[in-house]
């Protein structure tokens, strides 16, 4: 509960998508509360969890488009990893302890010769150093305790695995697959099929869904366009009045400033901020992004308005089956805007499954 009197910031309504290049270190919580406050948003969740050890594309969610972020975790990844072979270690990446060595005698056509048994359908046992719960908590926390939990294994796919680099006992890969594929488990079971162990040295997330390297920004980037956005909506005497307003400010106490000097202080500010956020905001991804794979369909008038009230509808030459993105026409307006996603029926009706609100 905030203390009386003290004002609490929830945030703004912001609805979008960002894609975020994650930096090695830090953890996907982190990423998402350091976005949540850049866009000083009230909602924003991540999809799904990159390792500390992982850098690369982690898309954040905020606001509506979070409706969506189950579809964007379900979604397909691609990674690009280094194998560091003749090692391998608690973790199955270079952070753990080292728990077995072997000579590497192993050549490039070695390595391309074994990769086919890992392409297309295969079955993959979860590291014990992942985020799967068992009994409501993660394996890697049983894992640091020294814990092994039984865990069966699971189908997944990989779609490519191509060896980019091949170098002394270092190999580079590229890795498209779906979700749930563990990248350190792939590089630890390619060492043990080539006899020499593995871990993974390098993990960089290429894509996420539709999202890629190539529409991703740093923190750092964000946080600087948000400031120089600020500093660019003031001229050269409202910033020096600010800065000698907010030195005073921290000098004596906001709360100890004239009245006039604080309402000035107060009006800088907004015009600073409200700068800073239209600079992002212009960043952010639209929220049909994250399903814009899926197959539209788009309302007319009468359709639209049931749509909103949650019931199914008939839609000429709509799919016949599978979930699809749905446009109507918003009480009041005219043209078609994104309503949310739905599902084709059995019997072949158009029904809303997660709405955004109007």
């Not at 366009?225 to 409202?238: I, K, S, T």
């Not at 901020?273 to 992002?280: E, Y």
């Not at 030459?317 to 005219?334: D, F, L």
Request: glycine letters at 10%; aromatic letters at 6%.
């Amino acid at each position: 509960m905030a203390r009386r009197g003290r004002r609490v910031n929830r945030g703004r309504a912001v609805d979008g998508i960002i894609v975020v290049d994650k930096v090695y270190g830090a953890s996907s919580n982190e990423v998402l509360q350091r976005v949540k406050r850049l866009f000083n948003a009230a909602k924003a969740g991540h999809t799904g969890s990159l390792d500390p050890l992982a850098t690369g594309v982690l898309p954040i969610c905020l606001g509506e488009a979070t409706k969506f972020s189950q579809y964007l975790l379900d979604s397909d990844k691609s990674y690009r990893t280094t194998m560091k072979m003749g090692v391998q270690t608690t973790t199955g990446d270079r952070e753990g302890e080292v728990v077995a060595e072997r000579p590497v005698a192993v050549t490039r056509s070695d390595v391309e010769a074994i990769l086919d048994q890992f392409r297309g359908e295969i079955e993959q046992v979860p590291s014990m150093f992942s985020a799967l719960k068992h009994n409501g908590r993660p394996l890697y926390e049983y894992a640091r305790e020294g814990i092994e939990i039984d865990r069966p294994s699971r189908k997944i796919t990989i779609h490519r695995l191509e060896l980019l680099d091949f170098e002394g006992d270092e190999c580079v890969f590229e890795v498209d697959c779906t979700k749930g594929t563990y990248i350190r488990t792939l590089v630890e079971d390619i060492g043990a099929a080539l006899g020499c162990l593995g871990h993974v040295a390098e993990l960089k997330r290429l894509k996420a869904g539709p999202y890629t390297e190539h529409q991703a920004y740093s923190l750092d980037e964000l946080a600087k366009l948000r400031d120089e956005g600020r500093e660019a909506a003031l001229d050269v005497e409202q910033r020096v009045e600010f800065a000698e307003l907010a030195g005073l400010a921290d000098e004596i106490g906001r709360d100890k400033l004239e009245k006039s000097q604080a309402e000035r202080f107060k009006d800088l500010g907004r015009i600073r901020n409200k700068a800073g956020d239209r600079v992002i905001d212009e960043l952010l991804l639209p929220l049909d992004s994250a399903v814009s794979d899926w197959p539209q369909v788009k309302l007319g008038a009468n359709s639209s308005f049931f749509v909103a009230q949650g019931n199914p509808v008939q839609v000429p030459q709509a799919p016949t089956s599978g979930n699809v993105r749905i446009y109507g026409i918003a009480e009041g307006e005219e043209d078609l805007s994104f309503f949310g996603v739905g599902e084709i029926t059995d019997d072949g009706l158009v029904a809303p499954k997660r709405l955004i609100k109007s």
